[in-house]
Nanobody, 120 residues
Framework: QVQLVESGGGLVQAGGSLRLSCAAS????????MGWYRQAPGKQRELVAT???????NYADSVKGRFTVSRDNAKNTVYLQMNSLQPEDTAIYSC??????????????WGQGTQVTVSS
């Protein structure tokens, strides 16, 4: 069993910054791509950013230049540095990871999410 636990969410004023973390724990052999997604009230979940094991990144157009995704493979952790936050960034942010278990099984695993609220 593998768990992803997010942290770092909270309330911030427009223009402020937050850093989210997502740590994976359990019977992990390795982790392929990791990603951040968000879901605002009344909207569908959308991709924010992804990062491959080698560090290649991909961002939603709405966050390019403001958000930076990174990872520490030794800690099985992915980060999301969010700068110049705007009220439209308010959402529940969730991470996911393509986990390869010690048994060899592969599973796309999700965290429980962390709330980010940006006030105007």
């Amino acid at each position: 069993q593998v768990q992803l636990v997010e942290s770092g969410g909270g309330l911030v004023q427009a223009g402020g910054s937050l850093r989210l973390s997502c740590a994976a724990s359990g019977s992990i052999l390795s982790i392929n791509a990791m990603g951040w997604y968000r879901q605002a009230p009344g909207k569908q979940r959308e991709l924010v950013a992804t990062i491959s094991r080698s560090g290649s990144t991909n961002y939603a157009d709405s966050v390019k230049g403001r958000f930076t995704v990174s990872r520490d493979n030794a800690k099985n952790t992915v980060y999301l540095q969010m700068n110049s936050l705007q009220p439209e960034d308010t959402a529940i942010y969730s991470c996911n990871a393509g986990v390869i278990y010690n048994s060899g099984r592969y599973s796309l695993t999700w965290g429980q999410g962390t709330q980010v609220t940006v006030s105007s």
